[in-house]
T-cell receptor
Framework: ELKVEQNPLFLSMQEGKNYTIYCNYSTTSDRLYWYRQDPGKSLESLFVLLSNGAVKQEGRLMASLDTKARLSTLHITAAVHDLSATYFCAVDGGATNKLIFGTGTLLAVQP | DAEITQSPRHKITETGRQVTLACHQTWNHNNMFWYRQDLGHGLRLIHYSYGVQDTNKGEVSDGYSVSRSNTEDLPLTLESAASSQTSVYFC????????????FGPGTRLLVL
């Protein structure tokens, strides 16, 4: 059974600091997704990582995938308050586009 | 613009009642999914469909059913609502291509009393 673990579950950080959210998964998969959810809102797609070594960047966020280590990271550079949200990683569960989600990381960026 | 909508956005019901949550997408996507979101559990897959007349059980399907009679709609039915089904429900769709992410609806907050 595929399991997806994120850590930390909660992250409080100051504006301007850097940090990394980790996403580990238990079985082989070469497709990983990152989503953002604002409080009371829906999920917004951030990144789709499709192969080992894939790296994608958008603004202050950079995501990478190491399929051999079964690990994805979401790196935050010089955090700003607008990045406060819950971030989810999701792994393709084997069947077409069937996603297994991590429990999420609640990020709070303090001014 | 193409979109995915859910209705109702909020629902209060009583235990034992049948409840149907609607999901409608205008992306013309083949794949549609229902998730529930609860604190500490992230999103868990309830049912999914890869096309008309196709439905599949997800990891938490007990007490729920779906039917797919056209491409645009995948209604979720709670046959006999239970308090444990109080949750936020999200519908999502995707085209099914290898690089395709899922697009999520706005969610339905369901309270079962």
């Amino acid at each position: 059974e595929l399991k997806v673990e994120q850590n930390p579950l909660f992250l409080s950080m100051q504006e301007g600091k850097n940090y990394t959210i980790y996403c580990n998964y238990s079985t082989t998969s070469d497709r990983l997704y990152w989503y953002r959810q604002d409080p009371g809102k829906s999920l917004e797609s951030l990144f789709v990582l499709l192969s080992n070594g894939a790296v994608k960047q958008e603004g202050r966020l950079m995501a990478s995938l190491d399929t051999k280590a079964r690990l994805s990271t979401l790196h935050i550079t010089a955090a700003v308050h607008d990045l406060s949200a819950t971030y989810f990683c999701a792994v393709d569960g084997g069947a077409t586009n069937k996603l297994i989600f991590g429990t999420g990381t609640l990020l709070a960026v303090q001014p | 613009d193409a979109e995915i909508t859910q209705s109702p956005r909020h629902k209060i019901t009583e235990t034992g009642r049948q409840v149907t949550l609607a999901c409608h997408q205008t992306w013309n996507h083949n794949n549609m999914f229902w998730y529930r979101q609860d604190l500490g559990h992230g999103l868990r897959l309830i049912h999914y469909s890869y096309g008309v007349q196709d439905t599949n059980k997800g990891e938490v399907s007990d007490g729920y059913s779906v039917s797919r009679s056209n491409t645009e709609d995948l209604p979720l039915t709670l046959e006999s609502a239970a308090s444990s089904q109080t949750s936020v429900y999200f519908c999502a769709s995707s085209s099914g291509g290898s690089q395709e992410t899922q697009y999520f609806g706005p969610g339905t907050r369901l309270l079962v009393l």
